[in-house]
């Protein structure tokens, strides 16, 4: 089965800094990627995802994730961060182990911009 | 588009009892899946819906049940329920069910059992 996971559960950074967001998967067929954010008392929203196109993948709000077949990474980054991406962002793989179309979540990153 | 829709957003329940959570789909998307959100658990998959049939099942008791009708619309529901229900109820749907669709979210059900 697909897996990921997410290092670091709480992320600071300064407003204006470098966000990034780690995401190692484990799969033993090429995966389908994903990084999704959720604001509080709210569902989630699609970032970007990896479809074995491009390796860099740009997303919405100036978030980009660059596939690392060698790493077996994903990580999500962010040139300058913004109040407003204080959020909970979650990394998941599409597991197709027993058909239909399943997301398998990490534990998500807490991230907190500070001015 | 109007986007996916959950309906109740709230609902508060005692032990015991059963409930039943609805959600409608983007026009079009015949997928929906549903995953349960706890602080303790993160996010797990309970179970995905294609034209009104289940493909897939997650790990939970047979408490959890669902089922889609022929408009794609869906409905969860959970009997008996435990203290450990209380989470938050996503609901997703995406238009043709493949492994690289994208799923669409709701806002959720935050169910709280008393």
């Known amino acids: 089965a697909q897996s990921v996971t997410q290092l670091g559960s709480h992320v600071s950074v300064s407003e204006g800094a470098l966000v990034l967001l780690r995401c190692n998967y484990s799969s033993s067929v090429p995966p389908y990627l994903f990084w999704y954010v959720q604001y509080p008392n709210q569902g989630l929203q699609l970032l970007l995802k990896?479809?074995?196109?491009?390796?860099l993948v740009k997303g919405i709000n100036g978030f980009e994730a660059e596939f690392k077949k060698s790493e077996t990474s994903f990580h999500l980054t962010k040139p300058s961060a913004h109040m407003s991406d204080a959020a909970e962002y979650f990394c998941a793989v599409s597991d197709f182990t027993g058909g239909g179309n399943k997301l398998t979540f990490g534990t998500g990153t807490q991230l907190k911009v500070e001015l | 588009k109007a986007g996916v829709t959950q309906t109740p957003r709230y609902l508060i329940k005692t032990r015991g009892q059963q409930v039943t959570l609805s959600c409608s789909p983007i026009?079009?998307?015949?997928?929906v899946s549903w995953y349960q959100q706890t602080p303790g658990q993160g996010l797990q998959f309970l179970f995905e819906y294609f034209s009104e049939t289940q493909r897939n099942k997650g790990n939970f008791p047979g408490r959890f049940s669902g089922r889609q009708f022929s408009n794609s619309r869906s409905e969860m529901n959970v009997s008996t329920l435990e203290l450990g229900d209380s989470a938050l109820y996503l609901c997703?749907?995406?238009?043709?069910?493949?492994?690289?669709?994208?799923?669409?979210f709701g806002p959720g059900t935050r169910l709280t059992v008393l």
């Open positions: 026009s079009g998307h015949r997928s």
């Open positions: 997703a749907s995406s238009s043709t069910g493949v492994s690289t669709d994208t799923q669409y």
């Open positions: 990896y479809t074995s196109a491009a390796t």
